[in-house]
């Protein structure tokens, strides 16, 4: 939810992440990513950071 990441803190951003990935990578195939198209330009630099970090720690399939 790109709006989501607009308004959340780095904390919650990285939980917003961790329920996403809980939740999409059942089953394979899931392809992380911000969004479908493009990051808007508000959307804070930390925030997108926190979320391709918190990708990296929970994001792999075994």
Known sequence: DTQ?????TAEEA?????????TM????GFIASPSHDYLLPETPVENVI?????????????
């Open 50 to 62: 926190i979320m391709y970090e918190t990708i990296r720690e929970y994001g792999a399939y075994a």
């Open 4 to 8: 989501r990441l607009i308004e959340s």
């Open 25 to 28: 990578m059942p089953g394979g």
């Open 14 to 22: 990285r939980q917003l992440t961790i329920d996403t990935l809980r």
